[in-house]
């Protein structure tokens, strides 16, 4: 079940292992959106993102990084891209759906075995082009039974 909170994700409330989650693209670039916060508080995420070869940076694929004791982050790929595709009139954002829910049937193993809580922004939503409404109904199909907070900045 997901709990809307306003907070910074970077931030995570509550006790125990937390899982911070968040969507990357499979180009390797890394620099806009939440990523930027995550980089501020700590380097790990990106210097791993950043180290995956482009071969293994591909839709649908995480990397579990830890940071502090009990908080790791997921970087998950989720977005083909970092701009929309125009095919004829029809306008795809580089979001992927599928990509993300790959992502997340995988983070719902990790959180298992740390029994660690989720944590994350509305990823997807926004530089990425995706409906959170739709990924609202992928996050709980794919975590259901662990605990979800979804951070909004004031």
């Known amino acids: 079940m997901i709990k809307y909170v306003i907070g910074?994700?970077?931030?995570?409330i509550g006790e125990g292992n937390k899982l911070i989650i968040h969507v990357c693209n499979d180009?390797?670039?890394?620099?806009?959106?939440?990523?930027?916060?995550?980089s501020k508080k700590w380097k790990e995420p990106e210097n791993a993102y950043r180290s995956?070869?482009?071969?293994?940076?591909?839709?649908?694929?995480?990397?579990?990084?830890p940071v502090e004791k009990d908080i790791w982050i997921v970087?998950?790929?989720?977005?083909?891209?970092?701009?929309?595709?125009?095919?004829?009139?029809?306008?795809?954002?580089p979001i992927r759906y599928d990509a993300v829910l790959a992502c997340l049937k995988k983070?719902?193993?990790?959180?298992?075995?740390?029994?660690?809580?989720i944590h994350a922004p509305r990823f997807g939503a926004g530089l990425a082009g995706g409906s959170w409404e739709v990924i609202e109904k992928i996050i709980n199909e794919a975590l259901e039974g662990i605990d979800?907070?979804?951070?909004?900045?004031?």
């Open 75 to 93: 970087n998950m790929i989720g977005q083909h891209d970092v701009k929309p595709m125009k095919i004829n009139d029809i306008t795809i954002p």
């Open 148 to 154: 979800v907070t979804i951070y909004d900045l004031k």
């Open 107 to 117: 983070v719902k193993v990790y959180a298992k075995t740390l029994n660690a809580t």
């Open 52 to 65: 995956m070869k482009k071969e293994d940076r591909i839709l649908g694929a995480v990397q579990i990084i």
């Open 8 to 12: 910074d994700a970077t931030n995570p």
């Open 27 to 38: 180009i390797g670039a890394f620099g806009a959106g939440f990523v930027l916060a995550l």
